[in-house]
Nanobody
Framework: QVQLVESGGGLVQPGGSLRLSCGVS????????MGWYRQAPGKERDLVAV???????NYADSVKGRFTIPRDNAKNTVYLQMNSLKPEDTAVYYC??????????????WGKGTLVTVSS
């Protein structure tokens, strides 16, 4: 059993900052890529940022220069530091982890999501 637990969402004014956290626990042999996705009302779930086990990152064009995705391998935790937030960043943010389980299976897991609202 693998669990992803997100935290850090909330209401923030435009131009403000917020940091999301996602901890991964359970029967894990290794964690490969970890990422954040978001889904705004009436829209599809889109990639925000991803980081692989080597530290390479990839960001959606809409967040480049504003968001970063640090990762703490010792804590099995990934963060999403969001700066200069805009109303269009309002969405439910989901954590995703691609892991190798203790039975050496490659699996993909999702958190339950955390709501970020950017509004004055």
């Amino acid at each position: 059993q693998v669990q992803l637990v997100e935290s850090g969402g909330g209401l923030v004014q435009p131009g403000g900052s917020l940091r999301l956290s996602c901890g991964v626990s359970g029967s894990i042999f290794s964690i490969n890529a970890m990422g954040w996705y978001r889904q705004a009302p009436g829209k599809e779930r889109d990639l925000v940022a991803v980081i692989n086990s080597g530290g390479s990152t990839n960001y959606a064009d809409s967040v480049k220069g504003r968001f970063t995705i640090p990762r703490d391998n010792a804590k099995n935790t990934v963060y999403l530091q969001m700066n200069s937030l805009k109303p269009e960043d309002t969405a439910v943010y989901y954590c995703n982890a691609a892991v190798t389980t203790m039975s050496y299976r490659g699996m993909n897991y999702w958190g339950k999501g955390t709501l970020v609202t950017v509004s004055s």
